[in-house]
C-alpha cells in the first residue's frame, strides 16, 4: 500500500459498460476485472479490488471456494444469502446486516439463496441481490474471521452510516472492524431529496446499487452506476428518487 501525491478527478463510470458474468442462475456485473473478464488498466481503484453486483436465483448460489488474504464486506439489497465458512461460521445475510469476512491465512465459504434449508418453511421464489466488495489487508497471513452487526436502524436517519471500517476515527462506533487501517465503508438510504456530503479522501468510491440522483457538480447518477474519486470529495449527493448508496473512503492505493 502506499500514499503518494495526486492529481485531483472525478472518473464516472456507468452501469451498462461494467463486465458481466451471466449463467442460469447468477446475473453479476463487475465494477473492476474479475474472473475471466481481465482489463489491465481496470485492477482497482484506491484499496478496493471488488465491488460485484450479484442476484442469484433461489435454490442457488456459489458453491464451496476458497479465498485468502482479503478483507470481504457482503451487502443484501434484496432477499436473503445463507453464508457458511470452514471457521464454522453460518447465518443468513438480509438487508441492513452489515458482514465481513476476513480470509487471512486461508478460508473456505459457501453463499446460497436457499435460506428456507436454516430456517424451515417452503422455499422462496425471490433472488437475493448483493454487492459483494473486497478490500487488500494491511498485512497477508492474518487470522481469518468473520463478524456481522445490524445497523438497520442507523440507516433510518438517512445519513451516511459506516458500515465497515479499520480506520481509528470510528472506533466505538456502530461499523464491523475491517483489517485494514486506512479504509472504511459506509452507506445511505435516502429518499427523494435527502442529500449526504461524501468524504474527502485521497480515494474515493461511490456505487448506485439502486436509485436515481443527483451528483453535485457532475450531474445525475443511475442505478448500477458508479463514481471514482481521486485526491477529491465533500460533494453532495442528492437523491431524485428513493435511492442507496455505497462509499468507500480509503487513504492508501495499492503498490504499483
Known sequence: MTRTTLTPAVDVRRAADRSATTIDWLDSKHSFSFGG????????????LVNNDDRVRPGSGFETHPHRDMEIVTWVLQGSLVHQDSTGHSGVIYPGLAQRMSA?????????????????????????????????????????????????????????????????????ESAIRIKNRYAALHAARLQPGQSVELPDAPFL?????????????????????????TATGGMK????????????????TIAA
Open 205 to 229: 468510491h461511490l456505487f448506485v446499487p439502486r436509485g436515481e440522483l443527483a451528483l453535485e457538480g457532475v450531474g445525475p447518477l443511475s442505478t448500477g452506476d458508479a463514481v471514482r474519486f
Open 237 to 252: 449527493v442528492t437523491a431524485v428518487e428513493p435511492a442507496e448508496i455505497l462509499v468507500w473512503e480509503m487513504h492508501a
Open 37 to 48: 473478464q481481465y482489463d489491465p488498466a481496470n485492477t482497482h481503484h484506491g484499496l478496493l
Open 104 to 172: 487471512g491465512t486461508g478460508i473456505l465459504h459457501s453463499e446460497k439463496n436457499d435460506s428456507w434449508r436454516i430456517a424451515g418453511g417452503p422455499s422462496h421464489t425471490e433472488p437475493v441481490h448483493f454487492v459483494q466488495m473486497w478490500v487488500v489487508p494491511d498485512e497477508p497471513g492474518i487470522t481469518p474471521g468473520y463478524e456481522q452487526l445490524e445497523i438497520e436502524n442507523e440507516l433510518l436517519a438517512g445519513g451516511l452510516v459506516p458500515v465497515a471500517s479499520g480506520m481509528a476515527k470510528h472506533d466505538g
